[in-house]
């Protein structure tokens, strides 16, 4: 006689299935990835809230950098401050922005040394959601910063004749690039040895795309050799488009040339950064 296992009752009660009926796969949806990413990013913003000191820069750095180039160079580039106010806020807005993307990976380097990643790596979730997480919660820090340099401007005399509705666009559109750069410092979290590295290697591509352009004065007063760098630099293209937005121009070439790149970005970094992360955390 032949007898049949019963599955035993405390597998029944518990809805347990066994191995050998489960249905397995090895790739993970879209709407899985999606929840994914945001669960990772809600992990990040309580590491946020429960360090506040991590909004730090993007806090003072605004209104410090904003009082200082407003004052120091208001007089000598525009005659005054009010005149200079439209040329330097949205200089301003990009620097501080985009110069806040640098946490992410910094932040990544030392989750990857602490051995976060090792357990996220080990759990069934989307192999990207570690990192589009972490770079979702970096939005937040971004609106903060682009939030309180825009409230700066405003208290010293700025009028956008853009409106309302140009602020929020130009608001959007820096948040946006900056999320894009944010991809290449992961990148570099990733491939870099140690946290102070990143940070290293990310101020040295950062400050000369910032600092020559046309975010703080005209490119026409500069040498030949760094005014056709300036002209041709991306960050000159996004603070451009930033004060045609607030200026009441529009969307223009300037703001096309931001956002192609912005998605030329993320489509190169997004794969090498992946692609780093499964191999090295």
């Known amino acids: 006689m032949t007898t049949v296992a019963t599955p035993a009752p405390a597998a029944v009660a518990t809805g347990i299935v066994p ?21 990772m990013a809600h992990r990040g913003l309580l590491k946020i809230k429960r360090t506040p000191e991590q ?21 000598a580039v525009a005659g005054d401050v009010q005149s200079y106010l439209p040329i330097i806020i949205p200089g301003i807005l990009v620097q501080t922005v985009i110069s806040t993307s640098i946490v992410t ?43 309180l340099t825009f409230a700066m401007g405003f208290l010293m005399g700025l009028r956008p004749e853009g409106g309302f509705w140009g602020v929020v666009a130009a608001s959007v559109l820096v948040i946006l690039c900056s999320w894009s750069v ?10 870099a040895r140690s946290a102070s590295s990143v940070q290293g290697i990310s101020m040295i591509v950062l400050f000369p795309l910032t600092f020559l352009s046309n975010a703080f004065v005209d490119p026409s007063t500069m040498p030949a050799p760094l005014e056709w760098f300036a002209n041709i630099n991306p960050i000159s293209h996004l603070v451009t ?26 489509a190169v970094f997004a794969p090498l950064t992946v692609r780093a992360y499964m191999r090295k955390a």
């Open 19 to 39: 191995a050998s009926e489960r249905k397995l796969r090895n790739r993970v949806s879209l709407r899985e990835t999606l929840s994914h990413t945001f669960t």
């Open 55 to 75: 909004l730090f820069d993007v806090t003072f750095q605004p209104i410090i950098f904003t009082l200082m180039f407003t004052y120091i160079f208001g007089g």
């Open 105 to 147: 990976g910094v932040q990544l380097r030392e989750d990857m040394e602490k051995g976060v990643f090792d357990r996220f790596r080990s759990l069934p979730i989307a192999r990207i959601a570690p990192l589009s997480g972490a770079l979702l919660a970096d939005t937040v820090r971004y609106l903060i910063a682009t939030t």
């Open 241 to 266: 488009a930033v004060r045609d937005l607030i200026g009441g121009a529009g969307l223009g070439y300037d703001a096309v040339w931001s956002l192609v790149g912005a998605a030329v970005i993320v």
């Open 182 to 191: 944010s991809w290449i410092f992961a990148f570099f979290g990733v491939t």
